[in-house]
């Protein structure tokens, strides 16, 4: 089983000895955390192939150095593919991951001293949306809408275009890590539209539903920019990307800002691995994969209410759910994970809306369905993975219990192996 890495076993055990720890731990237990999954032996391959070694600063036909015949090839069917999948005129494949790909977008688009307008960070937003720890804060200003009522997850629009008005965004951005509620699209681009600003979503989290037709394309809604990783439901190599409805213009700007604005020489084995996901995604079978990642959530979803546990956003439209422990089962966030990774679930603590707890012990766990929906469970298995969830929080100080749970959890990923091949 772990033939393929005989060179690094014999050059160097501790590493090795870690990576076949990983590729266990990954065998033996569930990874519901919503922004990861398994991607395919043909993405690791590419990942870790002989395009590693090459420099190739600058885009395909216009590099810095030379030899890059095959380089070129690999980012234009990259790119290609990336137009097709959300169905728009230009992508750069180049940021190294989301994060990066944010910042570039608003170098891009903003001067310093300008304003983005985003979500509030506890009611979903990204650490790149303007959270204070970051540096981006040092340069531009970021002013918050919210959810009108986290109880049902309705974004407050009126307060949006309010704020809107008064503080003038450049960006008026959508996109979120803990949100799991469709959005509307038309609202908010009309509302951008109105104060002169660019409609900006953040797919990082759902970018594989898009691409799989299982929820909407901010693109068919009147967005300008989507900036998206492709490690998370798009289930490719780990990195980020930008994309533009229309050419033109902004893509020029993006493509600068990447580089050389703020990147150096582009991962071209990650691009190759970018392009073999982008394949994948592009295959019927994707289809069928986001559409089951969709209603395994709502198996999910069910079993959670039926419990009467408190569901952020009454529940989900999407890939993820926002479970509020503490309120309803007097259980934190932290020890909700801890407890849970005792019986092989792997999820983590999350802030909810308004929490009245910090964010080292938040009162919420999140948890999803993209890696689960990979290993090919499907709404069965999802309702007895939410039972268990359930009986393990319940039951925590219960060691025998849990020692059942583990088991069952154990024979469920055995008879569940992870997929190589998914095209
Ligand atoms: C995950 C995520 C990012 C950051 O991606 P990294 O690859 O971790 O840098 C950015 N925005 C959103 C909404 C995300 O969920």
């Known amino acids: ?70 380089t070129d090839i690999v980012e234009n069917i990259a790119r290609d593919r990336a137009k097709q999948l959300f169905n728009c005129k230009f992508a750069n494949v180049q940021p190294l991951s989301g994060a990066p790909a944010n910042v570039a977008l608003y170098f891009a688009l903003l001067e310093p001293g300008d304003t983005v307008l985003g979500m509030d960070l506890s009611h979903g937003g990204h650490l790149t949306h303007g959270h204070p720890v970051t540096y981006l804060t040092k340069i531009f200003k970021f002013v918050r809408y919210k959810m009108k009522n986290p109880d049902t997850g309705e974004i407050d629009y009126d307060e949006m275009l309010k704020v809107a008005k008064e503080h003038k965004p450049k960006i008026v951005l959508a996109g979120y890590s803990a949100y799991p509620r469709e ?6 681009s009309s509302i951008a539209k109105e104060v002169g600003a660019y409609a900006v979503m953040d797919v990082a989290h759902i970018a594989g539903l898009i691409a799989g037709k299982a ?38 700007k993006i493509d600068k800002s990447v580089f050389p604005g703020f990147q150096g020489g ?35 979803e069910k079993v959670f209410k039926d419990a009467g546990i408190r569901l952020i956003a009454g529940g ?6 926002l479970a509020d422990v503490f309120g309803s089962l007097n259980i934190p966030g932290k020890e909700a994970e801890i407890v849970l990774d005792e019986v092989g679930i792997t999820l983590n603590k999350n802030a909810i809306a308004d929490d009245k707890r910090g964010p080292m012990d938040p009162s919420g766990i999140r948890f999803g369905t993209p890696a689960i929906t990979t290993r090919k469970f499907s709404e069965k298995e999802c309702a007895r993975v939410a039972e268990l969830m359930i009986e393990t929080l319940k039951n925590k100080d219960d060691v025998t219990k849990k020692k059942a749970i583990r088991e069952e959890i154990r024979t469920m990923c055995k008879q569940f192996s992870i997929p190589e091949v998914f095209v």
């Open 215 to 252: 929820m909407k394309n901010p693109f068919d809604y009147g967005f300008d920019v989507l900036t998206t990783t492709t490690h998370k439901t798009l289930r490719g190599p780990r990195g980020g990307m930008i994309l533009t409805r229309e050419s033109e213009d902004i893509g020029k």
């Open 1 to 70: 089983m772990h033939d393929e890495y005989a060179h690094i076993k014999s050059q160097d055990k501790e590493i090795y000895d870690a990576i076949v720890g990983e590729q266990t731990r990954e065998a033996e237990g569930l990874e519901l955390i919503p922004s990861e999954n398994y991607v395919s032996k043909a993405v690791r391959e590419a990942n870790s192939s002989e395009l590693t070694n090459k420099y190739s600063e600058g885009y395909p036909g216009k590099r810095y150095y030379g030899g890059q015949f095959y």
């Open 316 to 321: 989900t439209d999407s890939h993820l759910l």
């Open 183 to 188: 959005l509307d699209y038309t609202r908010m």
């Open 266 to 300: 582009p991962h071209m084995n990650n691009i190759a691995a970018k392009a073999i996901a982008f394949g994948e995604a592009l295959h019927p079978s994707f289809k069928t994969y986001a559409a089951q990642i969709l209603k395994n959530a709502k198996a999910m």
